[in-house]
């Protein structure tokens, strides 16, 4: 099985002269699909899935590299897993602006088909607005619970503690399943602790998408309150951290008080 992304119905039609024709699709996630040599699966998020041999894997990605469609995917493939999981992920957490967010999402068999056929990938790998666009069908499909701690709560508390009492809270609100969680340093929870979670297990995925998503809409608010955007990320933040001191503004209500780029401006 492989995958390709940004693809269209009309450059389809190149498969045609291939031995392929057009058959009903399946589901509501899909655009067209096509039996031939390999079967072929158009979803609505642009993916492309082809299914086969080996061999007539490889010829149909010659195919679409040749005539330059798509982009192949080479990331790993989500972990197959069975019974009900819930995935927990956090957002802002290495922000210079903003709080914290921790998300999780609940999923079976049946709602992990799904995630994958809107196309769910981990959050790094998405733009801000694939982010939107994703997070709103995740919760159309699976049960998603939020914890979205603004600075000035933030900022009273440890981070570790904080993480681990949310990760609980979020997972808790969710009921019965497997917990897992994209291990942190001091991670205490979690039937399922690992790095980079977001990479293995659909529902980790799924939850960083929604956190992300709530992160940049806290990011919106506190640019609002503030009167400027406020950047994302730690790398090019002095220009906004001058802006709030030069406007006389409260840091411990849009900043994280204990990073080091933010302390010579207190």
């Known amino acids: 099985m492989v995958t390709f992304k940004s693809v269209s119905k009309k450059e389809l039609d190149v498969f045609l002269a291939y031995g392929f024709s057009f058959t009903p699709v399946k589901t509501e996630y899909e655009i067209a699909r096509m039996a031939g040599p390999c079967k ?11 299914q086969g041999t080996e061999n007539e894997i490889k010829r149909m990605k010659n195919v679409l590299n040749k005539m330059r469609i798509g982009e192949e995917i080479v ?45 769910v990938e981990e959050s790094k790998q998405l733009t801000d607005k694939k982010i939107f666009k994703i997070a709103k069908e995740i919760k159309k499909i699976a049960p998603y619970s939020i914890r979205n701690i ?7 508390f440890e981070l570790t503690p904080l993480l681990n009492r949310l990760h609980k809270e979020v997972k808790e609100e969710l ?13 205490m929870v979690g039937d399922i602790a690992v790095e980079k979670a977001d990479s293995s297990y659909i529902e980790v995925a799924a939850a960083s998408v929604i956190a992300r998503e ?18 994302k990320g730690s790398s090019h933040v002095l220009q906004a951290l001058e802006e709030l001191k ?16 933010v302390r010579p401006y207190l």
């Open 75 to 119: 990331s790993a493939d989500f972990k197959e897993e069975s019974g009900i999981v819930i995935g927990s992920d956090e957002s802002l957490k290495g922000d210079t602006f903003g709080g914290i967010v921790v998300a999780a999402v609940k999923a079976d068999d049946q709602i992990r088909e799904k995630l994958r056929k809107i196309g």
């Open 40 to 50: 072929l699966i158009l979803y609505k998020s642009g993916k492309l899935l082809i």
């Open 246 to 261: 030069k406007r006389n503004l409260p840091f411990n209500k849009f900043v994280k008080m204990n990073f080091g780029n």
């Open 214 to 231: 709530e992160a940049l809409n806290q990011l919106e608010i506190l640019s609002q309150k503030a009167g400027f955007t406020l950047p």
């Open 175 to 187: 009921g019965a399943g497997t917990h897992i969680v994209d291990k942190y340093p001091g991670c």
């Open 150 to 156: 603004y600075p000035e709560e933030f900022n009273k």
